[in-house]
């Protein structure tokens, strides 16, 4: 049973490019959530969603946006890079019901030149 | 901003003894979780325990809860190398919502 997929593990742009993660979600799963990890830090909140709406959005400007598609996967799309948005990007999903927790995949590592 | 903070920030211990890492959060919660990092890839959700729960087992891995102090404590008895990770709390204000991490425990397990 596939966990949670995530691609392109590595990734390198330029500063004011733009950016678009994929993510695939747990079999079963219908939640997912974006989380942005600065090297030494702990994971910060950007967004969830859910039947395709963003259900929830944490401190991180309109740069950053997102959608989930009719499967449940979703993309996190970041324009205009600043050298400060380089980090690891995580995904998590989890069941609508029997929440348990969240199953994540093993990112994608994203450094702005 | 960080809800939660976690004490040690590294702890070294040898194989075979136990490991204790505490967490404290400031706001009300629906339930805290522990995950596992390996050398900065995925997490691994470990455990949940629930606000109306105050102790919880799972292997080698025990949890306490103490709404009234808003902290937790994760122990790992008899630690092995392979547990040399870093460890992160995570609160949870409503089910399923978002998680707010702690700055993680850094543990190394020495052979």
């Known amino acids: 049973d596939a966990g949670v997929t995530q691609s392109p593990t590595h990734l390198i742009k330029t500063r004011g490019q733009q950016v678009t993660l994929r993510c695939s979600p747990k079999?079963?799963?219908?939640?997912v959530s974006w989380y942005q990890q600065a090297l030494g830090q702990g994971p910060q909140f950007i967004f969830q969603?859910?039947?395709?709406?963003?259900?929830q959005r944490g401190n991180f400007p309109d740069r950053f946006s997102g959608h989930q598609f009719p499967n449940y996967s979703s993309e996190l799309n970041v324009n205009a890079l600043l050298l400060g948005d380089s980090a690891l990007y995580l995904c998590?999903?989890?069941?609508?019901?029997?929440?348990?927790?969240?199953?994540f995949g093993s990112g994608t590592r994203l450094t702005v030149v | 901003s960080q809800q939660g903070e976690e004490d040690p920030q590294a702890l070294s211990i040898q194989e075979g003894e136990n490991a204790t890492m505490n967490c404290s959060y400031k706001?009300?919660?629906?339930?805290l979780q522990w995950y596992r990092q390996n050398s900065g890839r995925g997490l691994v959700h470990l455990i949940l325990?629930?606000?109306?729960?105050r102790e919880k087992h799972s292997g080698r891995l025990r949890v306490t809860l103490d709404t009234s102090k808003k902290s937790s404590s994760l122990l790992i008895t008899a630690s092995r190398a392979a547990d040399t990770a870093s460890y992160f709390c995570?609160?949870?204000?409503?089910?399923?919502?978002?998680?707010?991490f702690g700055q993680g425990t850094e543990l190394s397990v020495k052979p």
């Open positions: 325990i629930r606000s109306n729960e």
């Open positions: 079999s079963g799963h219908d939640t």
């Open positions: 995570a609160t949870d204000l409503w089910q399923g919502g978002k998680l707010i």
């Open positions: 969603y859910y039947e395709e709406e963003e259900r």
């Open positions: 706001t009300s919660i629906n339930n």
């Open positions: 998590a999903s989890s069941p609508g019901h029997s929440y348990y927790g969240y199953t």
